[in-house]
């Protein structure tokens, strides 16, 4: 998302600014999954205000966001840069554990915060496990994702 928006701001802001504002923020996840995986939490507890406020100050959507989106997922409150501020370290640790806890997704006001698998397509005798979020499209014939 961060190579449209460059383009889309050019008139407001220096280019250079935004591009290596992109690449900071590139930077911080690289840093935040290793920090996860490492499980440094206090680490990633900073890294992820930092590339949730990223995310905030650039307006990204509900499906392009990878961090802002998990303060409504996870603590039900609204995915804004105020009430990222105020959230405190246990609530912040809270969403940084949650993809550990619920490697299967997490409810989302009804709808599932998780990859759909398909029962009508099938690779390596198995079902299909859809790429990314809301990738599978509805059948045509039931419009659901099956």
């Not at 220096?14 to 935040?32: F, G, M, P, W």
């Not at 806890?101 to 997490?106: A, C």
């Amino acid at each position: 998302p961060s190579w449209p928006r460059v383009h889309a701001a050019e008139g407001s802001r220096d280019v250079s600014a935004l591009c290596c504002e992109a690449l900071a923020y590139k930077y911080r996840v690289i840093r935040y999954n290793l920090c996860l995986q490492r499980q440094r939490f206090p680490q990633c507890v900073e890294l992820y205000r930092e590339l949730a406020a990223h995310e905030a100050k650039l307006d990204y959507s509900f499906d392009e966001s990878n961090f802002l989106f998990m303060i409504a997922a996870v603590l039900h409150k609204k995915p804004t840069a105020a009430v990222l501020r105020r959230l405190s370290d246990a609530e912040v640790l809270r969403m940084v554990k949650a993809p550990l806890e619920f490697p299967g997704g997490v409810e989302f006001q009804s709808s599932r915060v998780q990859l759909q698998t398909c029962a009508n397509v099938t690779y390596n005798e198995g079902k299909e496990q859809e790429p990314a979020l809301r990738t599978f499209l509805p059948c045509a014939r039931c419009r659901a994702v099956v």
